[in-house]
């Protein structure tokens, strides 16, 4: 192979700069003495039948260009090429062309001659080197080609780019939620653990008493068979009898009430951790697609639930006032998120001894309104305005990534509604969420 | 005298759990209860109350309060803390400021819960016992045995050994050991008051010796530096090493200061009277370390051996 062909033949690459080298056309250019005849015959060349104009050079440097429009124009005259024909060509040359660098880029350049271009278009533009000197023509049209091309490219980086951006935005609201849920779980393995622990327990005195009842009942079913049988008693009933003293205390009727009593609480708090693990269920659900019909009462009391043990460790009352609902079309487990969201948001507001937080639901026009309002430190005018800002946060850096408000408020937009707020600093915060209650119908 | 049975208050905001704890322990011993933090803290003042076991979230005062309380007014009380959720922060403050037993969790184990307060109550029976025959004795600890102490750092850095030096009065002589093997040596050698460690691995050496110090040598405390905060080593190391303080790394100046100090005093207390070293009983070990008992049955051997030289 010809080395010399090799290095040549160099396709630009996605990564070469995209200037006008590969726009380039060798063509020979116009001597300023040729005359207008001349050059007239150059046009008719078969060679040129695809340009517009040919470059008048002067010693390599380009000085004119001479359009094959111009030469139409005067020859089309009465006599215009026995006038004009023996005259050179800079007579009827443009003098000022466009003329550009082979570097320019092509951005550049598609600006340069948006700029200079008159319609119809006439000339092609003149090509340098970085000296000045002249190296060829290109045509305007190759360059629209070029421009196309680039804008093509780009588009499919924006659609990849927007795709990726898509998914890191799923996967944001995602890890807010296990960040939320992550709050949570300190509490929430405290509030099962703690029924857990009294039934775990209960079960176990419930079977060992009823172990005891069982022997207290063989030892005295023994004695009465040895009172009502016709053998003489048999030295195993003075073992029984002691069994029946030590047993009896252990088994009396008291023991079998408090039992009882003990096994009520058993069941109370096995449905307690059945309440949290349902809670916790709707929580979790990723229903990305599901449009259900919800009660947003229901969704108010479920993440009222979830936020209780930080409601009681920080003797926050809850002031609950609950409006006759119709049921929305929702995806409940992100109406869930942003409760639990506003709700998180309230309590650590509060750094006083009578927190008290209103949720107050309402229908009003075929829409549902939740307020949730606290009397804690309230945001300042400033804050305010950015809240629902993504990564916008009051909080000490490493507590909440400040993205709750911001996903909140995505979420309730989508589903068509609205979310406000207001506050005023150390009175406190208000916010309310307005959701249709026909659905949006398309994937939050 | 009759052997009245040891009573025991639990502390609980949830009444099922307190109604279930007096099923368990029903005949066992006198059983105190309630949901508020605060009355447990006046009944502690106002009676003797062997063993205190407190649930840690409540609403109000919590657990960890409620034991601190009960180590301030009374020392001899033994502090149990039961809990649902065993957090860095709350069981850090459970051994330096409850200094408790032994920190149990929920859902308890029955037999274990009913042996660990058993356990307590009979230290504290004995501690309460004792309390009245010391009140006339000296209250303070003579100073000189404080100073004349020896601590032992076991760092491989060096910063916290020299944050020791500094922090202590020039007359305690203060060893930097870098090695596990370093600091066994000294403790086989000398009557160590307090042992600063650095620990940096969940599942070193570090911490099986740790546990197993208290075997050893009962008058010596362990102060405990750590950088990870894992809930469930401390917990290991409170139940089976009765560790005396636990701080997370960096270390704050003065919560060092004031442990040390105070281990120090603790030790001086403990070697002019041997009976209170049983307040700090520890569980058999959990678990198999292949690499340490060897090493530490070798020490053993050889504080064995100098005290029968001693005595012989």
Not at chain 1, 182 to 205: F, K, S
Request: charged content about 25%; glycine content about 8%; overall charge neutral.
């Amino acid at each position: 192979m010809n080395p010399a062909l090799t290095t040549r033949a160099r396709t630009p690459s996605a990564a070469a700069p995209a200037d006008l080298q590969p726009l380039q056309q060798q063509t020979a250019p116009v001597d300023p003495h040729t005359s207008v005849l001349d050059v007239a015959r150059l046009f008719l060349d078969p060679r040129h039948a695809g340009l517009l104009s040919l470059a008048v050079v002067d010693a390599g440097r380009p000085v004119g260009s001479i359009s094959r429009y111009e030469l139409m124009r005067v020859f089309l005259m009465p006599y215009g090429r026995e006038l004009y024909g023996r005259r050179p060509i800079t007579a009827l040359m443009n003098a000022q062309p466009l003329v550009l660098a082979l570097a320019t880029p092509l951005d550049q350049a598609a600006r340069a001659i948006a700029t200079h271009i008159r319609s119809p278009i006439t000339d092609d533009f003149v090509l340098v080197d970085a000296d000045g000197c002249y190296v060829g023509t290109g045509l305007v049209l190759d360059v629209l080609r070029a421009v196309e091309g680039r804008l093509a490219d780009r588009g499919g980086e924006l659609e990849r780019a927007y795709a990726r951006l898509k998914s890191s935005q799923l996967q944001l609201v995602q890890s807010e939620k296990m960040a939320s849920l992550g709050q949570m779980v300190a509490g929430l393995v405290h509030e099962i653990n703690t029924p857990l622990g009294y039934v775990r327990n209960n079960v176990e005195m419930t079977r060992g008493a009823l172990g005891d009842a069982a022997q207290l009942l063989a030892a005295q079913q023994a004695v009465i068979d040895a009172l009502t049988g016709a053998s003489e008693p048999d030295a195993d009933l003075d073992v029984r009898m002691a069994e029946i003293e030590e047993l009896r205390p252990r088994v009396d009727a008291a023991a079998m009430r408090d039992l009882c009593d003990l096994l009520d609480d058993t069941l109370h708090g096995v449905g307690q951790i059945g309440d949290l693990v349902s809670n916790l269920k709707d929580f979790s659900r990723l229903d990305q697609s599901g449009l259900q019909k919800a009660d947003v009462n229901k969704l108010v009391d479920s993440a009222l639930k979830i936020v209780q043990h930080l409601l009681r460790k920080r003797e926050v009352s809850v002031v609950r006032e609950a409006g006759e609902l119709p049921q929305i079309e929702c995806a409940p487990a992100q109406i869930n998120q942003v409760l639990l969201n506003l709700l998180g948001n309230a309590i650590q507001a509060i750094e006083h001894e009578h927190g008290r937080i209103v949720v107050r639901t309402q229908a009003l026009d075929g829409r549902v309104l939740i307020l949730v309002e606290d009397n804690g430190k309230g945001i300042a005018a400033e804050h305010l305005a950015r809240i629902f800002d993504p990564f916008f946060t009051t909080k000490p850096v490493g507590q909440g990534t400040g993205m709750g408000l911001a996903i909140s408020h995505q979420i309730v937009e989508q589903h068509g509604g609205m979310i406000r707020v207001a506050s005023k600093p150390g009175i406190g915060t208000r916010f309310l969420v307005v959701l249709p209650v026909e659905g949006r119908g398309k994937r939050p | 005298m009759t052997d009245a049975l040891p009573s025991v208050l639990f502390v609980d905001d949830e009444e099922r759990v307190l109604r279930s704890l007096r099923m368990l322990f029903r005949g066992r011993c006198e059983i105190l209860a309630t949901t508020s933090g605060r009355e447990a803290i006046d009944w502690v003042r106002q009676r003797r109350i062997h063993v205190v076991v407190s649930d840690q979230r409540m609403p109000g005062v919590t657990g960890v309060e409620v034991l601190r309380a009960v180590a301030e007014h009374s020392p001899a009380t033994m502090r149990v803390l039961l809990t649902g959720y065993a957090d860095m922060d709350a069981v850090a403050a459970s051994v330096n400021e409850g200094e408790i037993y032994r920190f149990v969790e929920k859902p308890w184990n029955g037999p274990y819960l009913l042996d660990v307060v058993a356990q307590a109550a009979r230290v504290a029976t004995r501690d309460f016992a004792a309390a009245q025959a010391r009140a006339t004795a000296a209250a303070s600890v003579e100073p000189a045995s404080v100073i004349a102490a020896r601590v032992v750092v076991l760092d491989d850095g060096g910063a916290i050994a020299a944050l020791v030096r500094e922090l202590l009065p020039a007359a305690v002589h203060v060893d930097h050991a870098r090695t596990l093997e370093e600091a066994l040596s000294v403790l086989a050698e000398h009557d160590v008051a307090t042992v600063v460690a650095q620990l940096s691995s969940a599942h070193g050496d570090v911490a099986e010796a740790l546990k197993r110090l208290k075997h050893l040598r009962p008058a010596t405390l362990a102060i405990v530096i750590s950088p990870l905060r894992d809930s469930r080593l401390v917990i290991g190391l409170i139940n089976e090493g009765q560790i005396f303080r636990f701080l997370l790394q960096p270390p704050v100046r003065e919560l060092l200061r004031r442990g040390l100090v105070a281990a120090l005093e603790r030790h001086a207390e403990l070697r002019a009277n041997a009976g209170l070293q049983h307040r700090y009983g520890v569980e058999a070990p959990r678990g198999e370390s292949p690499g340490v008992p060897g090493r530490l049955l070798q020490v053993w051997r050889r504080i064995r051996e100098a005290a029968v030289a001693r005595i012989g």
